[in-house]
């Protein structure tokens, strides 16, 4: 793939899991909502862009384009260290859910700003690719 397609790639996985962390806590939220809890989630989203997603999009971003050849392996749109980050939230996720033990006003507040976050990670990714004209 080109340079430009794992952007996009990375664009694309990062932005699916978005979607999908933050309608789960968007559906969670009824009920929930108060100022507070939208204070939080948007705390949540402000410490994981600033900490996790930005920096990571930034450093993904640096490592593709310095890339030397101009095709490289689908994989290559990730490290070996975004991708055990990635299985392991997912793993703690699911079961975090699973087992119960999370109320569903930490749901909704946590997985809403962090939903967001990685939407916007997604979005970034999507933007770093250039741009073609058709």
Request: hydrophobic share 55%; net charge positive; aromatic share 14%.
């Amino acid at each position: 793939m080109k340079k430009e397609t794992l952007l996009l790639l990375a664009g694309l996985v990062w932005g699916a899991a978005g979607v999908n962390i933050l309608r789960i806590g968007l559906l969670a939220y009824p009920g929930h909502a108060a100022v507070w809890s939208i204070a939080l989630s948007v705390l949540v989203f402000v410490l994981f862009q600033g900490r996790v997603f930005g920096p990571l999009v930034r450093r993904h971003t640096v490592r593709i384009r310095g890339y030397g050849a101009v095709r490289q392996w689908f994989w290559r749109f990730f490290d070996r260290k975004s991708f055990l980050i990635m299985a392991l939230m997912m793993t703690l996720g699911i079961g975090l859910r699973a087992s119960g033990l999370a109320p569903e006003g930490f749901i909704a507040v946590f997985y809403t700003g962090l939903g967001a976050s990685l939407l916007t990670a997604g979005i970034r990714f999507l933007l770093a690719a250039p741009r073609r004209e058709f």
